[in-house]
């Protein structure tokens, strides 16, 4: 996972309990190790362009940078922000034992 | 010559696209025999128009993919026949359009319908799931199969199987109508342009006109659509329905002339001819443009223009007792008389 | 490296790799079974969990054929294939198809009572029933709704056996046809996965072999065989035939149940823990409408799929469930294997017929759900409007888009096909690839059309039938 992907997952993870926080950093680590090769080399991509755009800014802003792929008209984009929403909002449902039916 | 033994229509009636150029027609046709003729319309402006053709008129403003549109276009309509002529022919962003509006609402009237406990559904179809025939001699009859003509044929053709299945579920009598190329009052714009296109000598001829095509006059099209409604022995069944035998291109165009001069209208003598390649050529780029969710209306109409489209409507004379009174020359005559009497320049 | 010899190589262990595998090993062949995935203790992992996803599924659970809109789908990858990580529906192939396919493909014996003689068979040995008792109300939910519209509704027995207690238990592949198979002599190679075969002339005449030790390191192991049977999927069995120098036919007409989803929001909490057997069949063949695994992580993805403000919704999750509108497709997809990387390319383009038939299915499901007591709808539609009541529901019709609507499918299959045309399909009429004298398919990818119903009996029956053919010609 790159740099600005493990930023992004801590940025969408709600939790507060370090434990909880973590299986949710390597349920997705381990989601986009595994995942097609062609696909995580796009998002690679993706991301390495991010984190350019990330790092121009003054503060760097990563709340910003999703809202903004979240209303974004080209889809590839939109679908970069649903990725790792989705990966850390499924993983940290699904991991917190605490409330899991 | 009819073998056909009739039931009664029923007092009301439920029209789908009564606003079209069709549900014109046919609205005209019912509203001083019935009691109650509900129409599906798309806006208040079309509802307002059509209230003042009769006081049996009660038009309902909504989508027909709308089912909560549909549940109040059957309130109350028990028993009643049905004639679902909504449709769309040429979709205005995306080819998507033609199966929304012809594919589910197709579903979504039948499904109310039934829910209604209605009286016999009349669908309107289309030659569009049919295709071209392959010969200029060769007619289409109720045997022949579905060979669907890019995405309005598809839709269409879909539509009909929806149609099918309604009926063999036990709950809903259907009838099928396919009327191929029409013409007649309440025509749209695009019908208009044509006149002046033919006038001035500038519609072309594709290929060498000897072409056939059926084509079919509104009026008798609502003519055979109350055949439909009644005719005992049609349920279930799918019939093509037409003015009469099918007309060479070259003839179809030369009449035209001859009915707007008749109407008094100086016609230009020319007429410009497209090689019958140009006709493939706008058939292969409209295929691809559809495959692209994108629809240009002058590709599709010039790709069917080389085409014989052409039925046979011996069926439809027996067991609906249909039989066309209004010729191709008459009918031209009564749409450019509507013309003049709506001020519009031909 | 690892030498192994085996007459008869089966790469894949699913629906088709462990019927093929049974017929063989009970002919008295000697067969080995290679599985990419690993061996789970049935019951021990829980279904649709995390631990299920990572373990059992490939890629997490997680791919997507590219398209516009793409479709995220799921496959199985472990001992017994998607089999361990479905719903168990069970479903025929619908008889007016295989009339189709016999007709379209010039399959001569492929009628409805040859295929149900296959079927009867492979429903006793797996053991396929209805509920013992009621259905849950996240079943029932679908037949009200059905009801109510006078619509109708089926429930589907399952791929399960009861206890006497009505405790079900799914029949997958490792509790049925692959202890079978290891009973008659079989013997199985999991995290295994094969990269290529290797062909020689008209002949292959091995394949090689990645395996992962439990430490998770890797060995190279070459295996010989007389005989291969590739049953890895309709994504997997194309790409490992494309890798191995065989592309005749093999990887187009890729075909799927492109599906949309809707959360539903009810007044009282619904069950979580199982998939509903009820679906409405009132639409078929173009679509079915049915329910999806609803464990909390689904609701919350579903629910924001709208893009909607869910944090309420998601709070009260216990009274939020899954259900969908998966269509048969009129379009095509492709399978293409990339050079240096394990997993291909998968493309699917949908149809403006396939889109309007999504919205379609859309706004049926949400009359269906509204019309049983739902009270608040979320579609997989991005930006789409949450529906509470009926008059809303058309405004599907225009959000879903292609840039819009959200897809997933865990149904593919057809991206090889059976045929006596060479033209029309990639093996013969039983499944033996063309120009290869001893390398079969025979699996998901042969069906020649999505079949419109879950498709594990129609794997299933024509892996049966292709099997037995098969162990008649060795």
Not at chain 2, 95 to 108: P, S
Not at chain 2, 279 to 307: C, F, N, P, W
Not at chain 3, 151 to 173: C, H, L, N
Not at chain 3, 395 to 421: F, G, K, N, P, Q
């Amino acid at each position: 996972m790159l740099m600005l992907e493990r930023r992004v997952v801590a940025e969408l993870t709600t939790s507060s309990d370090p434990a909880l926080r973590g299986q949710v950093e390597r349920w997705v680590e381990g989601s986009l190790d595994d995942m097609a090769e062609v696909l995580r080399l796009g998002v690679i991509l993706e991301s390495l362009m991010f984190s350019i755009w990330v790092a121009v800014r003054r503060p760097p802003d990563l709340q910003g940078l999703l809202g903004w792929l979240d209303v974004s008209p080209i889809p590839l984009l939109r679908s970069y922000a649903r990725l790792f929403r989705s990966l850390v909002l499924f993983g940290e449902l699904e991991l917190d034992g605490s409330t899991t039916s | 010559m009819t073998d056909s033994i009739d039931t009664l229509p029923s007092p009301a009636i439920v029209i789908t696209g009564a606003a079209g150029w069709l549900g014109q027609n046919l609205v005209r046709a019912v509203a001083p025999n019935r009691e109650v003729v509900r129409c599906l319309v798309q806006t208040a402006d079309e509802a307002s128009l059509l209230g003042l053709v009769s006081a049996s008129v009660d038009p309902v403003v909504g989508d027909v993919r709308d089912p909560a549109a549909l549940e109040r276009l059957f309130a109350g309509m028990t028993g009643s026949t049905v004639v679902h002529a909504a449709a769309i022919i040429h979709p205005r962003r995306r080819v998507q359009e033609l199966y929304d509006v012809n594919v589910g609402g197709t579903q979504l009237v039948l499904d109310a319908a039934r829910r209604a406990a209605s009286g016999r559904v009349v669908h309107v179809s289309s030659n569009s799931p049919f295709g071209a025939n392959p010969t200029t001699s060769h007619r289409f009859t109720e045997a022949s199969p579905f060979n669907p003509y890019l995405g309005y044929g598809r839709s269409k053709t879909e539509a009909e199987t929806l149609v099918q299945t309604a009926q063999a579920r036990g709950d809903l009598e259907t009838v099928v109508l396919r009327p191929p190329w029409f013409y007649g009052p309440f025509q749209p714009d695009r019908q208009t342009q044509w006149f002046r296109a033919v006038r001035r000598g500038r519609f072309p001829l594709v290929g060498d006109g000897t072409n056939r095509r059926s084509m079919i006059f509104t009026g008798n099209l609502v003519h055979a659509i109350l055949r439909a409604e009644v005719a005992a022995q049609a349920a279930g069944s799918a019939y093509w329905v037409a003015d009469g035998p099918a007309l060479d291109m070259r003839s179809i165009l030369a009449t035209v002339r001859e009915a707007l001069a008749l109407e008094g209208l100086p016609v230009s003598g020319g007429q410009p001819a497209l090689p019958r390649m140009a006709g493939v050529v706008a058939e292969h780029l409209d295929t691809m443009i559809q495959s692209r969710d994108r629809y240009v209306q002058a590709l599709h109409v010039l790709g069917e223009l080389k085409d014989t489209i052409a039925c046979d409507i011996t069926r439809a004379e027996h067991e609906l007792g249909y039989s066309p009174e209004v010729d191709l020359l008459t009918g031209m005559r009564s749409s450019i008389r509507w013309c003049f009497d709506r001020g519009a320049a031909l | 490296m690892r030498h192994v010899d085996a007459e008869v190589l089966i790469v894949g262990s699913g629906a088709g790799g462990a019927t093929t595998a049974m017929v063989l090993a009970q002919a008295g062949h000697d067969v080995l079974v290679v599985e990419e995935g690993p061996e789970i203790e049935p019951g021990s992992l829980t279904p649709f969990g995390v631990d299920e996803m990572g373990l059992a599924y490939r890629h997490h659970g997680s791919s997507a054929a590219l398209g516009s809109p793409p479709v995220a789908y799921a496959e199985g990858r472990c001992v017994g294939g998607s089999t361990e990580v479905n719903s168990g529906l069970w479903h025929r192939l619908p008889a007016n198809l295989a009339e189709e396919w016999r007709g379209r493909f010039g399959l001569d014996e492929f009628s409805p009572e040859v295929l149900d003689g296959y079927a009867d068979r492979i429903e006793a040995m797996v053991a396929v029933n209805p509920l013992p008792g009621p259905a849950p109300a996240s079943s029932e939910v679908l037949e009200r709704g059905a009801t109510q519209l006078g619509w109708r509704s089926v429930e589907f027995p399952r791929a399960f056996s009861y206890d006497s207690a009505g405790r079900g238990t799914k029949q997958t592949m490792s509790r049925t046809l692959l202890p079978r198979a290891w009973d008659a002599g079989a013997s199985l190679l999991a995290d295994t996965a094969v990269t290529r075969l290797q062909v020689t002339g008209n002949r292959v005449v091995g394949a090689q072999c990645r395996r992962r030790r439990s430490d998770g390191t890797h060995e190279d192991v070459e295996i010989r065989a007389d005989h291969v049977v590739v049953c890895g999927g309709a994504v997997q069995s194309p790409a490992l035939l494309q890798r191995s120098g065989i592309r005749r036919g093999i990887g187009r007409g890729l075909k799927m149940h492109p599906t949309i989803k809707v959360a539903a929001r009810f007044t009282d909490p619904v069950d979580h823990q199982d998939v509903p057997m009820h679906r409405i069949t009132e639409f078929a063949p173009h679509l079915a409408i049915g329910g999806s695994a609803s464990r909390r992580g689904h609701v919350a993805l579903a629910l924001a799929d709208s893009g909607a403000d869910i944090d309420e919704a998601l709070a009260d999750w216990r009274r939020v469930f899954v259900y969908y509108a998966a269509i048969r497709s009129d379009a095509g997809g492709r399978v293409i294997a990339l050079p240096g990387m394990r997993a291909p390319l998968v493309t699917y383009r949908l149809t403006p017929g396939d889109l309007s038939r999504l919205a379609r299915g859309a706004v049926h499901l949400g009359e269906a759900l509204l019309a049983a007591g739902a009270t608040e709808l979320y579609p997989s539609i991005e930006g789409g409007s949450v529906v509470r009541r009926r008059e809303d529901l058309v405004r599907w019709w225009d959000e879903v888009d292609r840039a819009r609507a959200s897809l997933m499918t865990v149904h593919l299959t057809s991206s090889i096909r059976m045929s006596s045309t060479r033209s029309l399909a990639g093996s013969d009429p039983f499944g033996k690839v063309w120009d290869v004298d001893n390398l079969y398919v025979n699996d998901a990818s042969l069906l020649g059309d999505a079949p419109g119903v879950n498709p594990q009996a129609a794997i299933m029956t024509v892996a049966l039938r292709n099997a037995e053919h098969l162990a008649s010609t060795l």
